[in-house]
């Protein structure tokens, strides 16, 4: 089933229990749609099939039709490779995106993560380079809906994005609202949330070494709650998309089929043998440190890719995403919608029926 194909379905997945040595993992088995919210108000919004909607701005009366943006979103999409005409597409560009707007989130003080998101200052950042590809590509969809926030327009590309290369749908709601610089970079309430620090909080790809990398993948996502199986999991939105050097540094994809959501990055990731780029296009390498498949020096691996293949930890719960493509849909269907609500508070958007985690 391509699920991308399911516009306006949410989808819902029942977990079964599976052992991989000591580890219990879980694989979705039931599918189950139900109508998708196509707008929202302030307060008891009611959905279009009758029930309460959870997708609302708590301190605002504009509607959001969500299912509009959504279908406008996969038309910039679609439109965008048309232009391109290589293959490529702004999917990974805006799984990105959603991922950086929340990967600032720390549970120890409640700071960061897309609730706290300052489309300018964060813009930017260093660590976001290139992103503004996707975002003046979002632009467009931000002057017909004045009414979205900039964090819940580029967080709701990200899981577009997943169901469009045919992954699963990630349970979304709105009600995010963008900070400006006085909510952020002001010396009164917010001064410990300083989004001007938030920036060092975002993953990096090589710390210098694998031991210095392994530590800082878990530091970074410890911070915001998860463990080794999500940090796993969630490096596997990497089957869609490509590097570029004048965005990260780094080059090329990460599997052959770059729009297609699968476990092939796992699969890549432990069959291929992997070596230091030297040479790009004939001319010796320049760029960052990063690795190529020896077979045909077309795909890639960064220091942190090559991180779960060197901590037992990590790799196990690689080479079971590698042996089912199924679990890994499900792993990584529970965090990303997860990462996408870091720090959110539930009097804004409230836990929805169908939240699987």
């Known amino acids: 089933m391509n699920v991308s194909r399911l516009a306006r379905s949410r989808i819902i997945y029942g977990a079964s229990k599976i052992a991989v040595g000591t580890v219990t993992l879980y694989a979705c088995s ?8 196509v707008y929202a108000d302030a307060g008891a919004a009611k959905s279009s099939n009758g029930g309460k909607n959870t997708n609302f701005r708590k301190k605002s009366n504009d509607v959001i039709d969500i299912m509009k943006i959504r279908d406008m979103i996969h038309k910039v999409v679609d439109e965008d490779m048309e ?6 597409s ?21 700071s960061g993560g897309s609730w706290q998101f300052n489309p300018k200052v964060e813009s930017q950042w260093k660590t976001n380079v290139g992103l503004e590809v996707a975002k003046d590509a979002l632009e467009s969809v931000k002057l017909k809906n004045p009414e ?6 580029y967080t709701l590309a990200g899981t577009v994005a997943i169901e469009k290369a045919g992954g699963p749908s990630i349970p979304f709601r709105c009600g995010r609202q963008d900070m400006n610089d006085e909510d952020k970079e002001g010396n009164n309430k917010n001064k410990d949330k300083n989004i001007s620090s938030f920036e060092g909080r975002l993953p990096i790809a090589d710390m210098g070494s694998t031991r210095k990398t392994i530590r800082a ?13 999500d940090i796993v999991a969630l490096s596997g939105a990497k089957c869609i998309g490509r590097c570029h050097t004048d965005r990260t540094g780094y080059y090329g994809p990460w599997t052959h089929s770059e729009n297609k959501f699968s476990n092939e990055y796992y699969k890549s990731l432990l069959r291929e043998q992997w070596t ?11 760029g960052p440190d ?6 045909t020096g077309k795909l890639i691996m960064l220091p942190s890719d090559m991180a779960l293949l060197k901590d037992p930890e990590f790799r196990k719960y690689a080479e079971a995403y590698a042996r089912d493509e199924r679990l890994f849909s499900y792993d990584f269907a529970r965090a990303f ?16 029926w169908y939240q699987f985690w």
């Open 83 to 88: 232009k391109r005409g290589d293959g490529t």
């Open 337 to 352: 919608a997860k990462l996408l609500n870091l720090g959110i508070p539930s009097a804004f958007l409230q836990k929805p």
């Open 217 to 229: 993948l878990r530091t970074t996502f410890y911070r915001m709650g998860f463990n080794d199986r």
């Open 290 to 295: 990063q690795y190529e498949d020896s077979a």
């Open 30 to 37: 039931n599918i189950v749609s139900t109508p998708n919210v």
């Open 90 to 110: 702004l999917l990974g560009t805006f799984i990105r995106l959603a991922s950086h707007c929340s990967a600032t989130y720390s549970k120890d003080n409640n």
């Open 148 to 153: 979205i926030s900039y964090s819940d327009l």
């Open 276 to 286: 230091p780029k030297v040479t790009h296009n004939g001319k010796p390498w320049t």
